[in-house]
């Protein structure tokens, strides 16, 4: 009977290993570097840098100077991508506290965004490529 019971334990365990595993996985792809190649910025470049757990956003202007910055947290459950934006330039400081929702889906080295910050403040429709 003990055998049984430390059988199905060890069953259980390992299908829940596999299942987090998969999981990682899934929202493993979302973490790097990221360049926004749609819809663009009239000036400079816009890269999002996503690590575990933590992200940043930088706007570089034509003379390598920011022209924009803000970050904070996120979570991903490997389709839905939630900001919470916790820091920000002086211009960003007004999205200071909000969130913003994304359906994300991947496809070769991009990454197809849309949704928007809290309160429908902006729409996204963003299509970023993978810098590293």
């Known amino acids: 009977m003990i055998t049984v019971v430390c059988v199905a334990i060890l069953v259980c365990n390992c299908a829940s290993f596999r299942t987090q595993t998969k999981s990682n996985n899934n929202t493993d792809q979302i973490i790097g570097v990221w360049k926004m190649v749609s819809p663009g910025w009239p000036v400079g470049e816009v890269r999002k840098i996503i690590t575990k757990g933590h992200f940043l956003l930088i706007l570089t202007m034509p003379d390598n100077t920011i022209g924009a910055s803000f970050g904070g947290t996120y979570s991903f459950d490997g389709e839905t991508y939630i900001e919470n934006i916790e820091f920000g ?17 991947f496809e070769d080295n991009k990454m197809f965004s849309a949704g928007q910050l809290e309160e429908g403040r902006f729409l996204y429709d963003e299509v970023w490529e993978r810098v590293e």
Do not use: D, F, P, Y
């Open 89 to 105: 330039t002086q211009n960003r400081i007004s999205n200071i506290g909000r969130k913003g929702v994304l359906k994300v889906k």
